[in-house]
Each structure stands twice: as structure tokens, then as C-alpha cells.
């Protein structure tokens, strides 16, 4: 990767905005034979494999995020009325609203049962973080049954965006003009958060940037990081800049979308 294309990544993002989504595409389009997979990768609305974690399961989940001791409140019932659908998936853990849902029709629930995809040693690999995490999986501090995840339904996430994956050291290289924000809750500090630039949305520093990245966004804070899972990316789409980080088992699904899609087929989703 040259700083030539950096310096036009950098040029034609600080002007787009979330009204211009149609331009970010084409921009996408036109850079991607110039992305190598390894430093940027795009993102062309991939569909990504998602477990359905039953209406039984309420309360505190842990062991879905990298770093594994970090809690999940699982609830299904909405203030509102409305259900929310609760995943586990190659970034930990992602939720959607039922309303949402019927109005998008983004996710497909099926019928097809986690054990019977992982046979296959090629998905197995894809998701392998995940399956990785499956097996430490605590709810209100019971641990759970292996063998009853394995019935846990697969769902299909349609992802709506293109996205540029960029990992997270390489982020001040490719946008100069990055810096962070302390953000403050009720007067209290909460965190840092990042802007690409004055004109954009915020990401925050959380637990799913690695200890030594941190001080690429935030030179002078020495915030604990417990999570040692890999090299991270953060996702940059049209919709809103700087969205969380994903890990290595996100990019596998990116990278195999034949693979994915030869699921569905398998098992006429």
C-alpha cells in the first residue's frame, strides 16, 4: 500500500457524508484493485453467519467478546412492546430489533442448527473464533452446555453497506487528521472517543482495541485494555464513520463469502 492511495482515501472521505452514500459505493469501487487484503478489505455487502441465542437465555452472558470476562445483559422484551433478537457472531455479540427486522428483512432466521454446519471443516475454520468462545460461554456465572449451543438456529445477516476494513494501527497513517475526545457521562469521564475529522460521527476506544493500539488514538492515556485477541480493524462506511472494531473472524467471513453462500444453498436457506 503506497502513501499515494492513503493520501486519496484520506482526500475523498473527509468530503463524504452520510448523504452521499452512492459516491462513497463508486469510491469504494474505483480504489478496490488497489487494496491488498491484509492492510484494507473491503466489505462489498457480505452476508455473515449469526447464531440466534434463544428466548430461554436471559440475564448476564459473558464469554461472547474477545476480551471474555466482559458481561452481555441479554434481554428479549422490549420497553417498547417490541422483541429484539439477540446473536452471537464472529465480533461477539449484535442485536436487531423485531420491528426493524420485518421493515428490512436484513436477518433470515432458519431452521438449520449450529452442528449441523460446523461438520464441515471449511466453516469450521471461518469461525473458529467464535466456536472458540462457545465453549467458555457463561450464563449468570453457569457455564453452558456445549453440546446445547450446537442446537442454537443459524441466522443469515444481510449487511446493508459497502465498507472499507482498515486495521486500527494503520488508521493515523491513512487519516493524518484523526485525534480523540474525552467523553464525559454526567459530568463523570466516561472514555475517549475518535473523529476522523471536526464534520464526522465519533468512535470510541473500548475493549475491543488491542492494549498497544490504544496509544495510536491517545497518546496520553494509559486506559486498561485487557484484550490481546489479534490485529483489529474498524469498519468506515457511508452510513456513519468509525464504527466499532471487528477482529480477524470478521474478516474470514468477508473473505469467504463463497463459502457462506454455499451454506445457505446446502441447506436451502
Known amino acids: 500500500m503506497n502513501t499515494q492511495l492513503y493520501g486519496g482515501i484520506n482526500d475523498v472521505l473527509s468530503i463524504i457524508t452520510r448523504k452521499n452514500r452512492d459516491d462513497f459505493n463508486l469510491f469504494v469501487g474505483s480504489i478496490q484493485q488497489f487494496i491488498d487484503n491484509d492492510t484494507i478489505i473491503v466489505g462489498n455487502k457480505p452476508i455473515k453467519l449469526k447464531l440466534l441465542i434463544p428466548q430461554s437465555y436471559v440475564g448476564l452472558l459473558r464469554g461472547l467478546h474477545p ?8 434481554v428479549h422484551q422490549m420497553e417498547d412492546g417490541d422483541i429484539k433478537y439477540n446473536f452471537i457472531d464472529n465480533g461477539g455479540y449484535s442485536s436487531i430489533k423485531k420491528s426493524k427486522n420485518d421493515k428490512t ?14 461438520q464441515d471443516p471449511k466453516y469450521a475454520e471461518i469461525y473458529s473464533d467464535m466456536i472458540g468462545r462457545l465453549q467458555n460461554l457463561y450464563l449468570n456465572d453457569l457455564k453452558l452446555d456445549l453440546q446445547e449451543i450446537m442446537k442454537f438456529s443459524i ?3 444481510k449487511v446493508q453497506d459497502v465498507s472499507l476494513n482498515i486495521k486500527n494501527s494503520l488508521m493515523t497513517t491513512v487519516f493524518p487528521q484523526l485525534y480523540s475526545v474525552p467523553l ?5 469521564f ?38 490481546e485477541s489479534g490485529v483489529l480493524y474498524t469498519n468506515i462506511y457511508a452510513g456513519g464513520f468509525g464504527n466499532n472494531s471487528i477482529n480477524m473472524g470478521n474478516l474470514k467471513e468477508l473473505q469467504n463469502q463463497e463459502k457462506i453462500a454455499h451454506i445457505m444453498e446446502m441447506n436451502n436457506m
Not at 476480551?67 to 441479554?74: F, G, L, R, V
Not at 482495541?209 to 497518546?219: K, R
Open 184 to 188: 464525559y457521562k454526567d459530568g463523570v
Open 67 to 74: 476480551d471474555q470476562y466482559k458481561s452481555d445483559n441479554i
Open 155 to 157: 441466522a443469515i445477516h
Open 105 to 118: 428483512g436484513e436477518v433470515f432466521i432458519s431452521n438449520v442448527k449450529l452442528g449441523h454446519v460446523i
Open 190 to 227: 466516561k472514555n475517549y472517543v475518535i473523529k476522523l475529522y471536526q464534520h464526522n460521527d465519533y468512535f470510541g476506544i473500548n475493549d475491543r482495541f488491542l492494549s498497544g493500539e490504544i496509544a495510536e488514538f491517545v497518546p496520553y492515556t494509559a486506559k486498561q485494555c485487557t484484550n
